[in-house]
């Protein structure tokens, strides 16, 4: 079989999570010398190779988007997408010269739902959240609405069964019911809440964890990151990192703190600090019984690789995840991670080898976790070398990039065959 070409499709390219996924996918194949491209709604990269969609539509999509959202006054926080919004990508899908068209996070008014159905490519498509499954959320929650038909939105306060999380799943379910369509999720909670939805329950999934470059994400000398970073040398670093820091609940931020104040109140109040990236130190500070520092937002992967590298330990306590790619890419750094034994993160750290696995979603045993990772400092330096071995063997791009073009070449293969 010749060189396949894939057209990677997202809203943005470095901006947030899945975007970073996104572009270290298609940086990762292109390594390996395939043929791959990245088209966006927004480019934030100087990336010859990632192509900006620069019309109109495209720009005064993502305010247009939210107008639905505007019946529900009371709804809660979360993102929530109708992906209503026509667009200028039907026409594009017929003229690309693809093969396979990677689908990854195209909200935000980027792509509307009936498009896919006009691209006529073999679709496969990476859940970097729940949207694809569901009436309009990210992240359910605790809901479990999307395995029937959504309705009664407890995110949008919504008692209706045919409010607006029903309508969406309706155009889905209409749009999306031929689809040559391949799934892949980043860890095996995320495949199993789409195979027990009701839009994807007969859908092939594939399981492929996330990659990144490992030799950008490497363990630097903690004493050099900790000077660059002006952190203390002389303090046990925990650290705490997440686009909109503490602001986001499905990041955990309110079960750490109870936690670190427990730390605090147990004789640990003078030996760590805390540090936490991607948000400004807020005007009211918050109570934990540690001195605490605030690094801003840090988009290149140096500034990330330091941060990571300057912590004795990394605490991912989200209460929902589709993979955790702070949690991958501190082990990269050689950091043992905490986290809840829950979600996409339990298939990212190793209990006891990599980090700690807390019972969800306990505050004492989150504290519990922290300590026995600190209080060793032979058991710590264990941790180090067997977090920073499986980033090398698990989630190193180029190793992501291969399972991939194997899935590519299989279902190119199966179009042949058929």
């Known amino acids: 079989m010749g060189e396949i070409s894939i057209l990677h499709l997202c809203e943005s390219d470095v901006d ?30 100087a990336d010859s190779t990632v192509i900006a969609e620069k019309s109109l539509l495209t720009k005064i999509s993502p305010p247009l988007s939210g107008l639905p959202l505007r019946l529900y006054p009371n709804r809660l926080g979360g993102m929530f997408s109708s992906q209503w919004v026509p667009d200028v ?22 792509l509307q739902i009936e498009t896919l159905a006009k691209f006529h490519r073999p679709l496969v498509w990476t859940l970097h959240d729940m949207w694809p499954f569901t009436g309009g959320c990210h992240y359910a929650e605790n809901c479990e609405n999307y395995q029937g038909s959504c309705g009664a939105c407890p995110q949008l306060q919504s008692n209706r069964t045919g409010d607006l999380s029903h309508w969406v799943w309706k155009r889905k379910a209409k749009a ?15 495949a199993a809440c789409a195979r027990s939805s009701s839009l ?69 109040q003078d030996q ?30 140096l500034s990330l690789a330091l941060v990571y590298s300057a912590a004795d330990v990394m605490i991912v306590p989200s209460v929902q995840e589709a993979f955790g790619q702070t949690a991958s890419e501190a082990q990269s750094c050689g950091t043992p991670v905490v986290a809840f034994n ?4 339990k298939d990212v750290v190793d209990h006891q080898q990599t980090g700690y696995l807390a019972t969800p979603f306990e505050v004492e045993d989150l504290a519990k976790g922290i300590v026995w990772v600190l209080e060793d400092r032979e058991r710590h330096r264990h941790l180090q070398f067997q977090a920073r071995e499986k980033a090398l063997q698990e ?24």
């Open 16 to 45: 947030n999570g899945g975007a970073r996924a996104a572009y270290r996918l298609h940086r990762g194949l292109r390594s390996l010398g395939h043929n791959s491209q990245l088209l966006v709604r927004a480019k934030f990269s």
């Open 89 to 110: 990508f039907s026409g594009r899908g017929k003229r690309t010269n693809a093969d396979v068209i990677n689908l990854h996070w195209l909200c935000n008014g980027f």
């Open 176 to 190: 999306w019911k031929n689809l040559n369509l391949t799934l892949v999720a980043t860890s095996a909670w995320m």
């Open 200 to 268: 994807f329950k007969d859908s092939r999934i594939e399981i492929i964890p996330l990659g990144l470059d490992t030799q950008k994400y490497k363990p630097h000398h903690q004493g050099f990151a900790r000077e660059a970073l002006n952190l203390p040398q002389d303090k046990k670093l925990v650290l705490f990192g997440a686009i909109g820091g503490t602001s986001d609940h499905r990041k955990g931020f309110h079960l750490l703190q109870p936690a670190l104040q427990r730390l605090s109140q147990s004789g640990w």
């Open 272 to 301: 760590i600090e805390l540090v936490i990236f991607g948000a400004s130190q807020p005007e009211q500070a918050i109570e934990l019984g540690l001195r605490t520092h605030y690094v801003e937002r840090l988009n290149d992967d």
């Open 342 to 345: 829950a979600t996409g993160v």
């Open 395 to 418: 989630f190193d791009f180029e190793t992501q990039a291969d399972r991939y073009m194997s899935l590519y070449m299989d279902i190119m293969g199966g179009l042949k065959q058929g």
